[in-house]
């Protein structure tokens, strides 16, 4: 029996526990413990359980960032055995479409009017019904305690009534990696050309220095914002996490200059601060050395400027293509990396006022 499998068994006896005690259904207990291990590496804020069935519908949680317009919303692929379980694109595919399904009857008056008010999903329906046009983004996860049979290399977005959907898997082997991990995140690996950028030219600012390196370079906006589009909070050191959660509000200050000076934003912004435990580089034909990936890539500072990329590209619809942001990229050995990130967040987020 393999690890993964073994650690199936102690999932499904822990959620069957969770089930008796809390006098829940499994399927509840199953939710509850994704959403703690995806609130936990990022992958979703702290989420309500709302399952709701209905004619082809389905969806089972979700939460509603109201000052950037994004809703999250979860679906549940529970199986009811001990023994893990295959999960093929088909299953996928079904789990979204009833999700989009839910989604686009609650945009119609009349399918909110006829759910009971006091169901599980009127909660969910009625928000987005209200608040169809502040909504920019809704991101849609699929958490299953299945095994995806054929990895994943990304889901394409789609748009409903001119609202992006992003989508996102958290099976059962990501649940198993993000468990065991050692800092209890997932790490987050960049490919840039997989994500429709081009490779990133660079300055080395420290060569030979043993376990660490560090480079500066400009990062398009319209990748930046791919790039937390595709993974969220995952980019974001926990100190920033924690603030941007707490302060919870749009930088109208970038909002302006991306609207009306983006070639001056590298000007004006500070930039990012960031962290990873590798990077590829390439040479071009013109002998350029260039970034290719990134590995484990955190945002230690800046986190409010990456947030504000996506919510200008997806609320206010700005054109990003002239924007570019200076990052400053240190890169630590993975023996080293627990022990330098946190302090690299703590001087980096730690500034004198100027009097």
Not at 80 to 89: C, E, V
Not at 96 to 106: C, D, G, M, Q
Not at 113 to 129: D, I, P, T, V
Not at 335 to 344: A, G, L, N, S, T
Request: charged share 25%; hydrophobic share 35%.
């Amino acid at each position: 029996m393999s690890k993964l499998e073994e650690f199936h068994k102690e999932f499904f006896a822990e959620a069957t526990i969770r089930a008796d005690s809390g006098g829940d259904w499994m399927l509840a207990s199953m939710f509850e413990m994704f959403e703690e291990i995806a609130s936990e590496n990022g992958d979703v804020e702290a989420l309500d359980y709302t399952p709701h069935r209905s004619q082809g519908a389905k969806v089972d949680g979700y939460h509603f960032e109201q000052e950037t317009g994004t809703i999250t919303i979860a679906i549940c692929d529970f199986r009811n055995n001990p023994d893990i379980q295959k999960l093929n694109a088909s299953d996928i595919t079904t789990a979204f479409k009833r999700a989009e399904t839910f989604i686009s009857n609650s945009f119609l008056p009349n399918y909110v009017s006829s759910m009971e008010e006091s169901s599980a999903g009127f909660q969910l329906a009625y928000l987005l019904m209200t608040e169809k046009r502040s909504i920019s983004r809704i991101r849609l996860i699929l958490f299953s305690n299945a095994e995806i049979s054929t990895r994943l290399k990304g889901l394409e977005n789609k748009k409903i009534d001119n609202i992006t959907l992003s989508y996102n898997v958290l099976d059962f082997s990501r649940y198993f990696d993000i468990v065991h991990s050692r800092t209890g995140n997932e790490p987050v690996e960049i490919d840039i050309v997989e994500l429709g950028g081009h490779p990133l030219p660079f300055l080395s600012a420290a060569k030979d220095a043993g376990d660490y390196e560090a480079y500066l370079l400009a990062i398009p906006g319209n990748l930046l914002a791919k790039i937390y589009s595709e993974y969220g909070a995952r980019l974001l050191e926990q100190n920033v996490r924690t603030f941007l959660q707490a302060r919870g509000k749009v930088n109208k200050g970038i909002q302006n200059t991306l609207k009306q000076e983006p070639e001056m934003f590298f000007a004006y912004n500070n930039g990012l601060t960031a962290t990873a435990s590798g990077v590829e580089i390439s040479t071009s034909s013109d002998g350029i050395e260039k970034i290719t990936s990134i590995k484990n890539l955190q945002i230690v500072n800046g986190g409010q400027t990456t947030a504000s990329m996506l919510y200008a590209r997806d609320k206010d619809k700005t054109d990003l293509s002239e924007v570019f942001i200076q990052v400053k990229l240190s890169v630590i050995s993975e023996e080293r990396i627990d022990e330098v990130v946190p302090k690299i967040s703590r001087f980096a987020n730690t500034q004198n006022r100027v009097k």
